[in-house]
């Protein structure tokens, strides 16, 4: 909570926070990645596909408690591009969508295409593997109430 007031009054000091909509990148439930979890699964955006967030559902629901009384209107959530084939992931993006949902936040999506599905840079060539997971967790993300805008 501390780190959140923070950063709104460093950003509020500099004349920043004066726009009508603002956000905060939101990694994991505050407290959750341990070092054992970290030194398991890598990169903290694999939270996504490997944790069930249903059991982090209270620790989120407060975060972005407070991420929405600081004054902030949405999340960027970074994620790694998955599919199916992980059977958390999409459960995981549905409880984000409706905690966000619930706490009146939209929620920037951030995919960083990684190397499941091959080398990533290949999002960029149609039809490769890559590409078409991507266009299908795409089209899977504009359909959630809660999706402000997606990155890749």
Do not use: C, Q
């Not at 966000?100 to 951030?110: G, R, T």
């Amino acid at each position: 909570m501390a780190v959140l007031s923070l950063i709104k009054t460093t950003v509020s000091a500099v004349g920043l926070m004066n726009t009508s909509y603002s956000g905060i990148v939101y990694i994991l439930p505050s407290g959750n990645s341990t070092p054992l979890w970290a030194k398991t699964y890598g990169d903290r955006i694999f939270f996504y596909v490997y944790a069930n967030l249903t059991l982090y559902e209270n620790s989120i629901n407060r975060d972005f408690k407070v991420i929405r009384d600081a004054g902030y209107n949405f999340v960027v959530i970074m994620i790694p591009l998955a599919d199916h084939n992980y059977p958390y992931y999409y459960p995981n993006i549905n409880l984000i969508n409706r905690l966000a949902s619930e706490n009146h936040l939209k929620v920037m999506w951030a995919i960083f295409p990684k190397w499941y599905f091959g080398p990533e840079w290949n999002y960029l060539h149609v039809n490769s593997t890559v590409y078409n997971k991507l266009v299908e967790l795409l089209s899977y993300l504009v359909t959630l109430n809660s999706t402000y805008r997606v990155a890749v």
